[in-house]
């Protein structure tokens, strides 16, 4: 299982987009989650189970925590 998630952080799917790019950044976070291509900026909205089961890991936090810590 996926680890915690937050709005901001980089993550990677198991499957890649069209555009070949399987990095995206998190832009909503809920009972879905909203995914942002970094290739192409194509916006994806996916339950969160699905989420969860397509998601591979966690590439990068967001910049906020990096700059609190």
Request: charged content about 30%; overall charge positive.
């Amino acid at each position: 299982m996926l680890e915690q998630f937050s709005l901001g952080d980089t993550v990677q799917m198991k499957k890649p987009h069209a555009c070949g790019s399987n990095e995206w950044l998190i832009t909503r976070v809920g009972a879905d989650i909203k995914i942002k291509c970094a290739a192409c900026g194509r916006l994806v909205m996916l339950d969160r189970q699905d989420f969860v089961r397509a998601a591979k890991k966690i590439l990068a936090h967001r910049e906020e925590e990096k700059e609190n810590a």
